[in-house]
């Protein structure tokens, strides 16, 4: 039996609703991997939304703005920036939309380390969206950053054809 597309969506859709109703800080972590256009974002925003109503800090960021917000926080004397990074450091949830479209480079390597390891020893959920392959993490970041994503992270596939390209009936 091979699931279909329908299917493995309808089960994402639904673990993704029982982690939003359910979350605490001991939630665990979860993956979105697949193509452009397959609902990644739209879920990992629909969680943000129903467990800040819970009460609960959430920071959601673009794999581009966090690792932008980091580097002026470590290589400058804004003290906002800094501020940023706290609270992306103390949200009870983080998320991290569209991780692997961000300038690659050492200081990107160094600082997702250093928030994936972190935030998995402190045990601090987080849900990350990627089109990533384990394969694609470990060439792109490092060996060690593909383990923790892949090890310590509930993954989710995510499958079908680019809602925005369907909904504009757009042929590519």
Do not use: W
């Amino acid at each position: 039996y091979r699931a279909c597309p329908r299917d493995i969506m309808e089960k994402n859709l639904n673990a993704c609703r029982t982690y939003a109703a359910t979350f605490s800080e001991s939630s665990g972590n979860l993956l979105f991997v697949g193509g452009t256009g397959v609902g990644k974002t739209f879920l990992a925003v629909s969680i943000a939304r129903t467990v800040a109503e819970r009460g609960y800090s959430v920071c959601y960021e673009t794999a581009s703005q966090l690792f932008s917000k980091l580097e002026r926080a470590r290589f400058t004397a804004d003290e906002e920036a800094r501020n940023q990074a706290e609270k992306i450091a103390a949200a009870d949830l983080l998320i991290i939309d569209d991780l692997g479209t961000e300038m690659p480079g050492q200081f990107v390597t160094s600082a997702l380390y250093s928030l994936l390891n972190d935030r998995l020893l402190a045990s601090k959920p987080m849900v990350i969206t990627t089109n990533l392959l384990v394969d694609e993490a470990g060439r792109r970041y490092s060996p060690q950053i593909a383990s923790r994503l892949y090890g310590s992270f509930q993954r989710y596939t995510f499958v079908g054809d680019d809602i925005r390209v369907l909904k504009n009936k757009v042929t590519l």
